[in-house]
């Protein structure tokens, strides 16, 4: 059992890496937190490219459950940014909904409880998104913030910290 966060900016290389991770392992559960969007073309075509460097051993398993952390064998976790921006759709913060931040936090907390008790081999792959500029609405920089706290969170329980730039990994931890 071991934790490996990689974190990087868009188009970093920090997924390709991820992957070279587990390239040596057949048994690799593939955890996307993303699904095409209709209408979207160029979302379906990053998300073609994601898919045509899969292995075919590979299991593709789309989801937010943090409970699909708790399997073991090898699980790619492509990628938190995408689960956490799942995460705010789905507890309504995005909505303004009542108690829609409470929801969040206690669906980051299981995300993150899931992370530090797998037992399984987990690569997972995040944006490092306090590099950029401040976002200009609240929403973006609540998306900026949560996503911020959960990689800290998931970082400080991680067995190897990894950044990428510009295609080159630097080990963190």
Known sequence: ???????????SGKSAHAESLVADRDDVVYLAASAPVPGDAEWAARIDAHRARRPASWTTLETTAPSDLLRGGTVLVDSITTWI???MDETGVWRDEPDAAERLAGRCDA???????TPAHVVAVSDEVGLGVVPETRSGRLFRDTLGAV???LA???D???FVVAGL?????
């Open 151 to 153: 990689n800290q969170r």
């Open 169 to 173: 990994p630097q080990r963190l931890r």
């Open 160 to 162: 190897e910290v990894w």
């Open 111 to 117: 995300l993150v409880n899931a992370w530090a008790m």
């Open 156 to 158: 400080g329980t991680a």
């Open 85 to 87: 921006a799942a995460l």
């Open 1 to 11: 059992m071991s934790r490996v966060l990689v974190l990087g900016g868009s188009r």
